[in-house]
C-alpha cells in the first residue's frame, strides 16, 4: 500500500511532463481553449492607452491573424483597419471570471494604426462580444486609454488638451450583460456644448414651385416645401421643438393639393393627416388628426410659419 502511494504521484508526474503543448502559432488545428490558453493571466484592473500602445510590442506574444480570425469574427477590427488582411495581433493577457465569462485582451497593428481590444468567450467558450479599448495617437494632444477595473466595469476615456492646456475628457463605461453584449451604463464629459446645425434631407431638391421654400418660426422650428414632381403634388419636412426642449417632432412625406392653395399630408398607412393652408408667404398647419406617431404628446405641428427669401438659411 505504502509503495502504491509513493509510485502513482510518480506516475502522475511523468504523464504531465510528457503531454505536449501546442505551439499557437504552429500548423497543427487549434481549439478554442488551446487559442484561450495562450493568453497569460492578469489581475484586475487591466489598461491600455496611447503612450504604452506606442512602445514595440515582443514577438514573444505574437499570435497568427488567422488563429485570431479562427475564433473572433473580423468585423471587430474593420472599423480601424478595413479589411483584416495583414493585420499583426499580439496577446496581452486574460481575465476569466470563475463559472462565467473569459477576457481575452490583444492588440492589432497594421501599417503604423495600433489598437488595443477586449473580447468576451462565455462560459461555453463561444466568442459573444468585443470593442476596442484604446488606439495609438499621432497627435502627443490627444491621448486615448481603456481597460477593465476591478468590479468588471469597462471604462473609456479621450484626453484632448485645449490651446488653454485645459485637458478635455469623454469618458464611457461599459459592463457586460447576460445576453452577450457591452452595455454602455454611464457617459461623462466636459466637452464645451457646440450648437449644431439641423439637417434638413430634403434641402437641395428643386423648389421652382410657387409654394416651395422654407418656412420659419425659429431656428429650431421650420417647415421645409420642395416640387413633388407634379403640380398638384409637393414635399414637406417639418422640424419642431417646444421651447422648453421636453417634445421634439419631425415629419417626411408627400402633399396633395386638396384646394386652391391647401395641400393635404394624408398618407393611407399613417393615421395623421395634416393641411398647409399657404397665404401671403406663409403657411399656417393643422393637425386634422392627430400625429403622435411623429412628435412627443405634449407638442403639435399646429402653427404659422413665415416663408424665407432663398437667400436666408434655416437658423
Given at each position: 500500500?505504502?509503495l502504491?502511494?509513493?509510485?502513482?504521484?510518480?506516475?502522475?508526474?511523468?504523464?504531465?511532463?510528457?503531454?505536449?503543448?501546442?505551439?499557437?502559432?504552429?500548423?497543427?488545428p487549434?481549439?478554442?481553449?488551446?487559442?484561450i490558453?495562450?493568453?497569460q493571466d492578469?489581475?484586475?484592473p487591466?489598461?491600455?492607452?496611447?503612450?504604452?500602445l506606442?512602445?514595440?510590442?515582443?514577438d514573444s506574444?505574437?499570435?497568427?491573424?488567422?488563429?485570431?480570425?479562427?475564433?473572433i469574427?473580423?468585423?471587430?477590427?474593420?472599423?480601424?483597419?478595413?479589411?483584416a488582411?495583414?493585420i499583426?495581433?499580439?496577446?496581452?493577457g486574460?481575465?476569466?471570471?470563475?463559472?462565467?465569462?473569459?477576457?481575452?485582451?490583444?492588440?492589432?497593428?497594421?501599417?503604423?494604426?495600433?489598437?488595443?481590444?477586449?473580447?468576451?468567450?462565455?462560459?461555453?467558450?463561444n466568442?459573444?462580444a468585443?470593442?476596442?479599448?484604446?488606439?495609438?495617437?499621432d497627435n502627443?494632444?490627444?491621448v486615448?486609454?481603456?481597460?477593465?477595473?476591478?468590479k468588471?466595469?469597462?471604462?473609456?476615456i479621450?484626453?484632448?488638451?485645449?490651446?488653454e492646456?485645459?485637458?478635455?475628457y469623454?469618458?464611457?463605461?461599459?459592463?457586460y450583460?447576460?445576453?452577450?453584449?457591452f452595455?454602455?451604463i454611464?457617459?461623462e464629459?466636459?466637452?464645451?456644448?457646440?450648437?449644431?446645425?439641423?439637417?434638413?434631407?430634403?434641402d437641395?431638391?428643386p423648389?421652382?414651385?410657387?409654394?416651395?421654400?422654407?418656412?420659419?418660426?425659429?431656428?429650431?422650428?421650420?417647415?421645409?416645401?420642395?416640387?413633388?414632381?407634379?403640380?398638384?403634388?409637393?414635399m414637406?419636412?417639418?422640424?419642431?421643438?417646444?421651447?422648453?426642449?421636453?417634445?421634439?417632432?419631425?415629419?417626411?412625406?408627400?402633399?396633395?393639393?386638396?384646394?386652391?392653395?391647401?395641400?393635404?399630408?394624408?398618407k393611407?398607412?399613417?393615421?395623421?393627416?395634416i393641411?398647409f393652408?399657404?397665404?401671403?408667404?406663409s403657411v399656417?398647419?393643422k393637425?386634422?388628426?392627430?400625429c403622435?406617431?411623429?412628435?412627443?404628446?405634449?407638442?403639435?405641428?399646429?402653427?404659422?410659419?413665415?416663408?424665407?427669401?432663398k437667400?436666408?438659411?434655416?437658423?
Open positions: 500500500m505504502r502504491l502511494i509513493v509510485v502513482l504521484p510518480i506516475v502522475l508526474l511523468l504523464s504531465s511532463c510528457g503531454k505536449k503543448i501546442k505551439d499557437i502559432n504552429g500548423d497543427e487549434i481549439e478554442v481553449m488551446d487559442f490558453q495562450s493568453f492578469q489581475e484586475l487591466i489598461n491600455f492607452n496611447s503612450i504604452n506606442d512602445k514595440k510590442e515582443s506574444f505574437y499570435i497568427k491573424s488567422k488563429k485570431v480570425l479562427q475564433f469574427p473580423d468585423s471587430l477590427f474593420k472599423k480601424s483597419f478595413g479589411k488582411t495583414d499583426k495581433f499580439y496577446r496581452k486574460k481575465y476569466n471570471v470563475e463559472s462565467e465569462e473569459t477576457y481575452v485582451f490583444l492588440v492589432a497593428e497594421k501599417k503604423g494604426k495600433k489598437v488595443a481590444y477586449i473580447t468576451c468567450f462565455d462560459k461555453k467558450l466568442y459573444s468585443g470593442m476596442e479599448l484604446a488606439q495609438k495617437s502627443p494632444l490627444l486615448y486609454e481603456g481597460g477593465i477595473d476591478k468588471l466595469t469597462v471604462i473609456k479621450k484626453n484632448k488638451k485645449s490651446a492646456s485645459k485637458i478635455i469623454n469618458k464611457s463605461a461599459y459592463v450583460n447576460t445576453a452577450g453584449l452595455t454602455l454611464l457617459t464629459s466636459n466637452e464645451p456644448v457646440e450648437e449644431s446645425s439641423v439637417y434638413n434631407p430634403i437641395t431638391l423648389a421652382k414651385n410657387p409654394f416651395s421654400g422654407n418656412y420659419i418660426q425659429n431656428k429650431n422650428n421650420f417647415v421645409s416645401i420642395r416640387d413633388g414632381g407634379k403640380p398638384n403634388k409637393l414637406v419636412f417639418i422640424k419642431l421643438v417646444t421651447q422648453d426642449g421636453n417634445c421634439e417632432g419631425t415629419l417626411r412625406g408627400d402633399l396633395i393639393q386638396v384646394k386652391p392653395k391647401v395641400f393635404q399630408y394624408n393611407s398607412d399613417d393615421h395623421c393627416i393641411e393652408n399657404f397665404k401671403n408667404n399656417n398647419i393637425e386634422l388628426e392627430a403622435g406617431n411623429h412628435r412627443g404628446v405634449r407638442c403639435s405641428f399646429d402653427g404659422s410659419y413665415t416663408k424665407k427669401s437667400k436666408s438659411s434655416l437658423r
